[in-house]
């Protein structure tokens, strides 16, 4: 069967999670087809979506105005797989702490705008996430700290003491940029794995990093 994973494209680094996206289906062997979402009616047909980051204003008011932001909710509902990653974290939480980002309430988490930026800018750290064997190459930008989490949310990885993936349900989100690396084992594990439950067993082979 093929994946059809869309690429919410309203703003920011849509091309490059479209290449993990491919990269980590190629690895596990499954079919991927890519859509980038710009407008309301693409969502009802994706099994998959990731959320970019980019600007988490413009894109929460792109999202409520195209009439998209109600159809990644209802994805959600049904339970399908999304990675949101950055600024696509801060707007699918449940607050950002910030009149001007619109949230979705897809994460039950509160985060933080640039929280990590006070210290640095960027920087790239090895994270141990809960589900992947080795450390994972994580690119922070102007990141976002999770301050809280729900009771059902699950923390994957935390970096300096502080939450920096997570999972609720169907929804992985991170408050860095796995794709920025030729590592695409996140989005397997956010996408892939999640789509099949039986992908969870001890014969899955998980892909080797390409590095
Ligand atoms: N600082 C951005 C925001 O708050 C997020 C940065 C990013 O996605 N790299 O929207």
């Known amino acids: 069967m093929t994946l059809t994973a869309g690429v919410v494209a309203v703003q ?15 690895a596990c ?4 087809e890519v859509v980038e979402v710009r407008t309301a009616g693409t969502v009802p047909d994706c099994d998959a979506l990731l959320m970019p980051g ?4 413009t894109i929460s008011r792109l999202l409520w105005s195209e009439g998209i932001a109600e ?9 399908k797989p999304v990675l949101a990653t950055c600024a696509g974290l801060i707007v699918a939480a449940a607050d950002a702490g910030d009149d001007r980002v619109r949230n979705l309430g897809a994460v039950d988490v509160t985060v ?6 006070r210290q640095k800018d960027s920087f790239e750290a090895p994270l141990d996430v809960s ?5 994972f190459p994580a690119v922070f930008i102007r990141a976002p700290v999770i301050a809280d989490v729900g009771d059902d949310v699950e923390v994957l990885a935390e970096w300096d003491g502080r939450p920096v993936a997570v999972r609720d349900g169907p929804v992985v989100g991170t408050s860095f940029h796995p794709e920025l690396t030729p590592d695409a084992r996140l989005h397997d594990l956010a996408l892939f794995e999640a789509m099949d439950g039986a992908t969870h067993s001890e014969d899955r082979e998980e892909p080797t990093p390409d590095r």
């Open 12 to 26: 920011g680094d849509v091309s490059e999670h479209a290449d993990a996206v491919r990269r980590a289906g190629e």
């Open 29 to 32: 062997g499954r079919e991927t």
């Open 54 to 57: 980019g600007e988490s204003t």
């Open 71 to 79: 159809e990644i909710v209802d994805h959600v509902e049904a339970g």
């Open 112 to 117: 933080e705008r640039n929280a990590f930026g």
């Open 131 to 135: 589900g992947l064997d080795d450390p």
